[in-house]
């Protein structure tokens, strides 16, 4: 009896939360669409997630790009030796398809959500949420719908950036290491490349990119109690967006590539 | 003459825990009234309840005869346009600089242009004592005190109808705690905003108040006249005034 109302427990728990946070999202959208809008803090939102990740993104695509080549390289030797084509083909197309957006997307959610919970936690903690208000200031107009628009549209940018670095890092393991032709290995990876598996790649990121400014945002402003509120909502932020990321990636795959 | 604010029978509670029990107090227009009692008692809860911030559980609070009592802030735009409201952490915003914080509902609210703005907001600055050297420092390099005044000249910035100060002084020196004393009553006198304050500094409640009301267990135990507070002939206020530890109101200690 006793365990049975637990698990009531936690499925109420669970369903008021996705309730708040349905209507936490149409509140947003519904922000979204009406002015005034805040154009400066869009711009210094997309510098942050756009131009500040770079650096995270980049590495991760060089090195799983670099992985990639290498491990198709020993993994196909087993069926035929050193298969040029299938190494630049492998390379392309896991990471245009798959592995660009949701690594991206992962970093991310690690990087940006984190900091959007924690600032906008910190700003409801200090009343700093209440000041906005009282100054007829709609915080979803100015924090969250700036933030939303922001993942929404730097997120593919982003990820098309990742997509270019990992294929060089695929290059370059293939060349200086694998011994591969260079001229051909480039011709291979543009003959494999598909516009669809680049955009469908593209539309994930900015799936993923909404996701972890909402889950960001709305973790931020429901947060209580103080520092160890914050740092609570910090941490769903990230759990929260991540687990979203890679069941929204099956969903959006099963949609585009599912038979 | 109808009140500038009007609070009937207003409760609040947290959980089982009665904060405001029935507060019934009318506000006249530039009039300047101030709210004195405990710690903890619920004189920031009973602002954010006029304000909106929280909403109350039961009663009716008027402004301008309209009432808001269950509109929440974020929305009733055109009540907002009429107050300012130092909030008794100061709730500066750490990621724009001090003058953009004092400037900001000129901003949102009137669109002055940034540097029209700019110059507003220094010289509001000037008039809480702060010169114009503070104006790009962010609000996280300023002491507790000077946040206190970024939030007075925040509050201010727009001319308001009413302003609400939650401890005004606390933090400050004896003599700017009486220049920000001054200036509040030149509000009032000068510009004829409405004022409701709260504080614990008697000397700062006797100089700005026109009435003072004293807050204790959700109820106001007492409404009266600054220059009455002295002799109020009410046990509880004598005691609150004067600062005794023995009397009627029991802290909560263990000893
Ligand atoms: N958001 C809230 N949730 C739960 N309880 C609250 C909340 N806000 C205030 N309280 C409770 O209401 C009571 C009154 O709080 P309030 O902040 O109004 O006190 P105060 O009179 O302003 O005290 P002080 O002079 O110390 O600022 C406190 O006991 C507090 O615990
Ligand atoms: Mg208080």
Redesign the pocket.
Same mark, same amino acid.
């Given at each position: 009896m006793h365990f049975l109302s637990l698990i009531g427990g936690v499925v109420l728990t669970f369903l008021g939360h996705l309730g708040r946070l349905t209507i936490f999202a149409g509140t947003s959208l519904s922000h979204c669409l009406r002015p005034p809008f805040y154009w400066r803090r869009v711009a210094s939102q997309m510098v942050d997630i756009g131009y500040f990740s770079l650096p995270v993104v980049g590495l991760t695509a060089i090195f799983s790009g670099m992985v990639l080549a290498l491990q198709s390289y020993t993994g196909f030797a087993r069926f035929s030796a050193g298969s040029e084509t299938a190494v630049a083909n492998v390379v392309v197309v896991s990471l245009t398809r798959e592995l660009g957006p949701v690594l991206a997307g992962l970093m991310v959610a690690g990087r940006i959500g984190a900091s959007m919970a924690a600032e906008i936690g910190t700003m409801r903690v200090t009343e700093q949420i209440d000041a906005l208000t009282t100054l007829s200031t709609n915080p979803f107009k100015y924090l969250v719908v700036p933030r939303l628009i922001a993942g929404l549209l730097m997120l593919p940018v982003l990820v098309l950036v990742a997509d270019i670095i990992g294929v060089f890092g695929g290059f370059l393991v293939s060349v200086y290491k694998l011994g591969f032709n260079a001229a051909s290995y480039i011709n291979n990876s543009y003959d494999f490349m598909q516009a669809f598996d680049v955009i469908s790649g593209l539309i994930k990121a900015s799936a993923f990119g909404f996701v972890i400014a909402l889950m960001g945002c709305y973790n931020g402003y429901y947060s209580k109690g103080g520092a160890q509120g914050v740092g609570a909502a910090t941490t769903n932020a990230v759990v929260s967006s991540s687990i979203l990321i890679l069941t929204l990636n099956y969903i959006i795959t099963e949609l585009f590539f599912g038979t | 003459m109808t009140a500038k604010i009007s609070l009937t029978d207003v409760r609040k509670s947290?959980g089982p =825990?009665k /904060?405001l029990d029935g507060i019934t107090l009318d506000i006249a227009p530039k009039e300047s009234v101030v709210v004195i009692?405990g710690?903890?008692?619920? =004189?920031? /809860?009973l602002l954010k309840c006029v304000l909106g911030i929280l909403l109350a559980d039961f009663g009716a609070i008027k402004v301008d005869g309209e009432e808001v009592a269950q509109v929440p802030a974020s929305d009733r735009d055109a009540v907002n346009r009429k107050f300012g409201m130092l909030f008794?952490g100061s709730a500066l915003f750490d990621s724009l600089p001090v003058w953009e914080n004092v400037a900001f509902g000129l901003l949102q609210r009137e669109h002055l242009s940034r540097a029209e703005a700019k110059d507003r907001a220094v010289a509001t600055l000037a008039k809480v004592g702060l010169g114009s050297d503070v104006a790009m420092l962010s609000p996280a390099e300023l002491s507790g005190g000077m946040q206190k005044r970024v939030g007075l000249a925040r509050a201010i910035a727009g001319e308001p109808e009413i302003v609400f100060f939650d401890?005004p002084t606390t933090g400050l020196d004896p003599i700017m705690a009486d220049v920000i004393n001054d200036l509040i009553v030149a509000c009032v006198r000068k510009q004829g905003i409405t004022a409701l304050s709260?504080t614990?500094d008697m000397h700062s409640a006797r100089k700005i108040a026109d009435r003072i009301c004293m807050l204790y267990q959700g109820k106001l135990i007492w409404v009266g006249p600054s220059s009455e507070v002295e002799n109020s002939g009410n046990p509880y206020v004598d005691q609150f005034v004067h600062g005794a530890a023995e009397g009627p109101i029991k802290m909560q200690v263990h000893r």
């Amino acid at each position: 009896m006793h365990f049975l109302s637990l698990i009531g427990g936690v499925v109420l728990t669970f369903l008021g939360h996705l309730g708040r946070l349905t209507i936490f999202a149409g509140t947003s959208l519904s922000h979204c669409l009406r002015p005034p809008f805040y154009w400066r803090r869009v711009a210094s939102q997309m510098v942050d997630i756009g131009y500040f990740s770079l650096p995270v993104v980049g590495l991760t695509a060089i090195f799983s790009g670099m992985v990639l080549a290498l491990q198709s390289y020993t993994g196909f030797a087993r069926f035929s030796a050193g298969s040029e084509t299938a190494v630049a083909n492998v390379v392309v197309v896991s990471l245009t398809r798959e592995l660009g957006p949701v690594l991206a997307g992962l970093m991310v959610a690690g990087r940006i959500g984190a900091s959007m919970a924690a600032e906008i936690g910190t700003m409801r903690v200090t009343e700093q949420i209440d000041a906005l208000t009282t100054l007829s200031t709609n915080p979803f107009k100015y924090l969250v719908v700036p933030r939303l628009i922001a993942g929404l549209l730097m997120l593919p940018v982003l990820v098309l950036v990742a997509d270019i670095i990992g294929v060089f890092g695929g290059f370059l393991v293939s060349v200086y290491k694998l011994g591969f032709n260079a001229a051909s290995y480039i011709n291979n990876s543009y003959d494999f490349m598909q516009a669809f598996d680049v955009i469908s790649g593209l539309i994930k990121a900015s799936a993923f990119g909404f996701v972890i400014a909402l889950m960001g945002c709305y973790n931020g402003y429901y947060s209580k109690g103080g520092a160890q509120g914050v740092g609570a909502a910090t941490t769903n932020a990230v759990v929260s967006s991540s687990i979203l990321i890679l069941t929204l990636n099956y969903i959006i795959t099963e949609l585009f590539f599912g038979t | 003459m109808t009140a500038k604010i009007s609070l009937t029978d207003v409760r609040k509670s947290f959980g089982p =825990k009665k /904060v405001l029990d029935g507060i019934t107090l009318d506000i006249a227009p530039k009039e300047s009234v101030v709210v004195i009692g405990g710690s903890g008692t619920g =004189k920031s /809860v009973l602002l954010k309840c006029v304000l909106g911030i929280l909403l109350a559980d039961f009663g009716a609070i008027k402004v301008d005869g309209e009432e808001v009592a269950q509109v929440p802030a974020s929305d009733r735009d055109a009540v907002n346009r009429k107050f300012g409201m130092l909030f008794q952490g100061s709730a500066l915003f750490d990621s724009l600089p001090v003058w953009e914080n004092v400037a900001f509902g000129l901003l949102q609210r009137e669109h002055l242009s940034r540097a029209e703005a700019k110059d507003r907001a220094v010289a509001t600055l000037a008039k809480v004592g702060l010169g114009s050297d503070v104006a790009m420092l962010s609000p996280a390099e300023l002491s507790g005190g000077m946040q206190k005044r970024v939030g007075l000249a925040r509050a201010i910035a727009g001319e308001p109808e009413i302003v609400f100060f939650d401890e005004p002084t606390t933090g400050l020196d004896p003599i700017m705690a009486d220049v920000i004393n001054d200036l509040i009553v030149a509000c009032v006198r000068k510009q004829g905003i409405t004022a409701l304050s709260i504080t614990h500094d008697m000397h700062s409640a006797r100089k700005i108040a026109d009435r003072i009301c004293m807050l204790y267990q959700g109820k106001l135990i007492w409404v009266g006249p600054s220059s009455e507070v002295e002799n109020s002939g009410n046990p509880y206020v004598d005691q609150f005034v004067h600062g005794a530890a023995e009397g009627p109101i029991k802290m909560q200690v263990h000893r």
